[in-house]
Every structure is written in structure tokens, then in C-alpha cells.
């Protein structure tokens, strides 16, 4: 090829006026007008070809770019590759070429249903550029009203949510978003009670020790010989084992739930107030027995500590501390006749 001129005609299309021998020209060379970005060095130049002869790079030319990693905007005389001759060849040319952005890759994963009050906590499992990943949030309240948060923390209530992540553009990426739907749904109720052992005549109490979702109780009963079929709402009150059964209704944020809890129902104790010594008579020698334990020489227990409670100072629930000198002295006012009865 012999010294010539170049004149551009049309987008990288270039005709030889009059080619000189050894004078590298556009027309020798094959090069890519449009390449993606990729973060990596791109090569437009794929090569230089003198007839059959590919010239070799670093022997025959050299090629150097304004930039061929990222686009250079046009305000800025756009992306450059400059072609210099060596050795045998000589000249300098240059074309333009195109970096176009790209979407980013990247990957994101969120559970399509995730239990109230579990953290909600996307995972970003594809990010090979380390690119900023940004989180948004948008859902519809019960009225219709439309939210926006960037905090998953806004998020306190059982409904269907959208997850938008964004890599916003930068270098030689474009704006890039990925969409996931995902559902908060009731989660399972804490329940938990216990029921004492009742003496019969007495109320049935059930303590609810835990109800996480505060939900309303209703409670069924049946006997611990029977199948778990015939619980009733009916509260027993006859002597026997029992089990109650506690339910808790759905709420919006959980579950229904179920607990249960073993008691009996015990007879009344068989005991006649003053009889302390229970041989049918109220005598001297019972208020004896109460003074003995008094002083701890003798320690009543069982229908002895309830006979001997005369006088019922604690109400209706006798301890080994309820039992007093009055009762004592109670129980010989009515052996002397003084009194016709303990109430």
C-alpha cells in the first residue's frame, strides 16, 4: 500500500483517495464499531491486514485508547483508538468506536412467605462488581393506602409486600432493578397455662402463663380417661382428674393456638371444726393439742390443722401459722358453753 489520504464516509467506513506502499491505513484494519461494557479492557481492533499479511502488534504498529474500558461521552470527543506504524510501516490513524452500558447482573433472594415477626432479610447472592444494591420496600395499609420504606423494620403487620432492588447507573452499567414479591403471614401462637388442684365447692382457676398473640381464650374441659373428642365448655365440678384445654383465637398477625393442662378436683376434706384430736367430741384435750403445736411439741397437719382453725383468722386458707393461743381459747369457750358455735 503507498502514502494516500482518508476521507470518512458514513459511521466508520473509510475509502483509500491514493494508498501509498507501506502507509497504514483504515481500510487494513478490522474493527468492532460497538462493544458492551464489561468492567475489562475491550479490543475494537481485531486486527490489521496488509493483502494477505496480518501485521503484528508491537512489531509493525502499536495501538493505544483514550479509554476502551468505559464510554467516554461525545462532549468529550467520545471513545479513540490511535494506530501508529512500526518497523516497515508508518502513519498514524484513528477511529472512533462505541462503549454501550450494559444491565448489571447481579442476584437476590427473599422467601416468598415469611413469618411474622422473623426478620425480613433479603440476601444479595450475586454481586460480582460489588456494586451498591438498594432496597425498597412498598405495600398497601388495610385502607388502601400506599407505603414506601427503606428499612424492613417498617414492615409490622401480615400482607402481601414488593421488594424493588436497584443498582443505580454508574460506570458502564445502566440502571438495573430486580422485583420480588413476598407475603408476611401469621405466625404461630405462644400458649401456654396451668390449673392447681381444686378442692371441690371451689373455682376452677386457669393461669395463662404465656399468649403471645393476646388473642381471646376459650377454655374446654374433659376427663383424663376420655378421648380428646369429648371436650366441653362445661367447667366440671365433681371430684375426679381433669384436663382443660385452652384455645386462642387467630389474630392478624397469628395463629389460633392450643395448650393444656392436668388438675383435680378433690374431695372436701372430712373434718368438724374444734374436733383437733377428730374422735366425734370437742373437749379440754383438743385445745390442748392446739397449745402443743403452738409451742411446736406436737405439729398438727392435715384435718387436724383445719379443725383446729377455729377461728378462721386467715380466711379461708389454714397454715401451720394460722393456728394461734385464740384458737385455743376458742375451743374452750365452747366447752364451757360460753359459745354455741365457731362462726
Known amino acids: ?25 483504515l481500510s487494513m484494519c478490522d474493527i468492532v464499531d460497538e462493544l458492551d461494557y464489561t468492567g475489562e ?8 491486514y496488509d493483502g494477505n499479511y ?3 502488534e508491537g512489531k509493525d504498529y502499536k495501538i493505544t485508547y483514550n479509554d476502551n474500558v468505559k464510554s467516554v461521552s461525545s462532549s468529550k470527543g467520545g471513545n479513540v483508538g490511535t494506530i501508529t506504524g512500526m518497523g516497515s510501516y508508518s502513519g498514524t490513524v ?10 448489571y447482573e447481579f442476584g437476590l433472594y427473599i422467601p416468598e412467605e415469611i413469618e411474622y415477626g422473623t426478620l425480613v432479610n433479603p440476601e444479595i ?6 456494586q451498591d444494591i438498594h432496597i425498597q420496600y ?28 436497584s443498582v443505580y447507573g454508574n460506570l458502564g452499567y445502566k440502571d438495573t432493578d430486580i422485583i420480588a414479591k413476598f407475603k408476611i403471614v401469621p405466625a404461630p401462637n405462644e400458649l401456654k397455662i396451668q390449673c392447681d388442684n381444686v378442692v371441690e365447692g371451689n373455682k376452677i382457676n386457669v393461669k395463662v402463663i404465656t399468649n403471645k398473640s393476646n388473642g381471646e381464650i376459650t377454655y374446654y374441659y374433659k376427663k383424663q380417661s376420655e378421648g380428646n373428642n369429648s371436650y366441653k365448655t362445661t367447667v366440671p365440678t365433681a371430684v375426679g382428674k381433669y384436663t382443660v384445654k385452652a384455645v386462642s383465637k387467630a389474630t392478624d398477625n ?8 392436668n388438675f383435680e378436683i378433690i374431695s372436701k376434706p372430712k373434718y368438724k371444726l374444734g374436733d383437733v384430736d377428730n374422735n366425734g367430741e370437742i373437749t379440754v384435750s383438743d385445745a390442748i393439742m392446739v397449745l402443743q403445736h403452738v409451742a411446736k411439741n406436737n ?3 392435715g384435718n387436724q390443722l383445719l379443725a383446729a382453725d377455729v377461728d378462721k383468722t386467715s380466711g379461708n386458707v389454714t397454715t401451720s401459722e394460722s393456728i394461734t393461743v385464740s384458737d385455743a381459747i376458742k375451743i374452750l369457750q365452747y366447752v364451757a358453753k360460753n359459745i354455741n358455735s365457731f362462726d
Not at 94 to 101: E, L, M, Q, T
Not at 125 to 130: D, G, L, Q
Not at 254 to 261: G, L, R, W
Open 1 to 25: 500500500m503507498g502514502l494516500g489520504v482518508l476521507d470518512k464516509v458514513g459511521s466508520m467506513k473509510y475509502e483509500i483517495i491514493s494508498p501509498n506502499s507501506n502507509k497504514i491505513l
Open 41 to 48: 479492557a475491550l479490543t475494537p481492533l481485531k486486527g490489521i
Open 54 to 56: 496480518k501485521l503484528v
Open 94 to 103: 484513528s477511529f472512533d468506536f462505541v462503549i454501550n452500558s450494559v444491565g
Open 125 to 130: 447472592t450475586y454481586n460480582p462488581k460489588n
Open 138 to 165: 412498598s405495600w398497601h395499609d388495610k385502607n388502601g393506602t400506599k407505603h414506601i420504606a427503606t428499612n424492613s423494620k417498617s414492615i409490622t403487620e401480615v400482607g402481601e409486600y414488593e421488594l424493588e432492588a
Open 254 to 261: 397469628y395463629k389460633s393456638a392450643e395448650a393444656t393442662a
Open 299 to 301: 405439729i398438727l397437719t
